[in-house]
């Protein structure tokens, strides 16, 4: 088996996703892990989802997605709300502020992601790769995708 194209795949992953990282934190203070979270939430109806939820659609564990909150919490673009209708859920929303930064931050990022990976392939190009890359296997349940 010929393993050039899955290494590959985990190099640009790797190199793309660093670079974009950095762009986002320097010019607006955000991970990408962060971004991702704004942009779940942005796309959620009434910008919520529970927490056990948005922990699946960005690909974090349980722990792992309270400590990304928390930062998010402290910032004031999260806020934490439990459920009326089950104390054994907690949603994560988006607040007026996140909505703002998430707003901010899309402008430079979706420049970002043009320059960096749109911009080397033709339109027909990019389709044929969703194509391709739709055989892969995601997580499901995630609000949107950006």
Do not use: N
């Amino acid at each position: 088996m010929d393993f050039r194209a899955w290494t590959r795949f985990l190099r640009a992953h790797a190199a793309l996703t660093r670079e974009l990282s950095s762009r986002l934190e320097t010019a607006h203070g955000l991970s990408l892990r962060d971004y991702d979270v704004l942009v779940q939430l942005y796309g959620a109806p009434d910008r919520r989802m529970r927490r056990i939820d948005l922990a699946r659609t960005v690909i974090l564990s349980p722990s792992g997605i309270t400590r990304l909150l928390e930062g998010l919490e402290r910032a004031g673009w999260v806020g934490k709300h439990a459920c009326e209708s089950d104390a054994r859920v907690t949603w994560a929303v988006l607040t007026d502020d996140g909505a703002r930064k998430f707003e901010e931050a899309s402008v430079q990022h979706r420049s970002d992601v043009e320059e960096l990976f749109s911009s080397r392939f033709t339109g027909e190009e990019r389709d044929r790769l969703a194509e391709l890359l739709d055989r892969l296997p995601l997580v499901d349940g995630g609000a949107c995708r950006t």
